[in-house]
T-cell receptor, first 112, second 114 residues
Framework: LAKTTQPISMDSYEGQEVNITCSHN???????ITWYQQFPSQGPRFIIQ???TKVTNEVASLFIPADRKSSTLSLPRVSLSDTAVYYC?????????????FGKGTTLSVSS | EAQVTQNPRYLITVTGKKLTVTCSQN?????MSWYRQDPGLGLRQIYY???????DKGDVPEGYKVSRKEKRNFPLILESPSPNQTSLYFC?????????????FGSGTRLTVV
């Protein structure tokens, strides 16, 4: 699996848009980019997944440039409840047996 | 509701006393896995199973056993727990068919071995 690099922490205020960038320079052709959210003492929760360009769902958007060496998770108008750790993972979607390497993630703190 | 259910949520036990943490999913997923999460070390895979009767070691399998006799269940067994197995444990599942996307995680089991 390609290694990923994310900021350790980010701070924001309620109502702001938050963009978390993940670097994955060694991403392979078959790799997808997946983001998870984890609250304290809870299991990670799937947020969004993409391969290239832009993906949007009801929770977030994922921007992936043409070279795919990085990606940006965008959370629109965050609230206090978005305070969590966000993990960026890169891997082949078809390889279910491959271990998910979560790394340390980005701790997002949202204040009022 | 589609979910992965782990039991118990909290467990305190003594060194050497065998225990089992259960994991069950209701999504007919083929793939199931166990992770442990420790401060500063992140989430590490213990064992995984691609389907019934098919299991394999992850990154940190020592001291653990698993079994997959039914598709929905994937128990984690600690034959002789030790204090270094004190951790937060998560079970996860996903399908390996079609355009599946994410893994579903359980709520976690916090284990303390004294």
């Amino acid at each position: 699996l390609a290694k990923t690099t994310q900021p350790i922490s980010m701070d924001s205020y309620e109502g702001q848009e938050v963009n978390i960038t993940c670097s994955h320079n060694n991403i392979a052709t078959n790799d997808y980019i997946t983001w998870y959210q984890q609250f304290p003492s809870q299991g990670p929760r799937f947020i969004i997944q993409g391969y290239k360009t832009k993906v949007t769902n009801e929770v977030a958007s994922l921007f992936i440039p043409a070279d795919r060496k990085s990606s940006t998770l965008s959370l629109p108008r965050v609230s206090l409840s978005d305070t969590a750790v966000y993990y960026c993972l890169v891997g082949d979607k078809g390889q279910a047996g491959t271990a998910l390497i979560f790394g340390k993630g980005t701790t997002l703190s949202v204040s009022s | 509701e589609a979910q992965v259910t782990q039991n118990p949520r909290y467990l305190i036990t003594v060194t050497g006393k065998k225990l089992t943490v259960t994991c069950s999913q209701n999504m007919n997923h083929e793939y199931m896995s166990w992770y442990r999460q420790d401060p500063g070390l992140g989430l590490r895979q213990i064992y995984y199973s691609m389907n019934v009767e098919v299991t394999d070691k992850g990154d940190v399998p020592e001291g653990y056993k698993v079994s997959r006799k039914e598709k929905r269940n994937f128990p984690l067994i600690l034959e002789s727990p030790s204090p270094n197995q004190t951790s937060l444990y998560f079970c996860a599942s996903r399908t390996i068919q079609g355009n599946s996307y994410g893994y579903t995680f359980g709520s976690g089991t916090r284990l303390t071995v004294v």
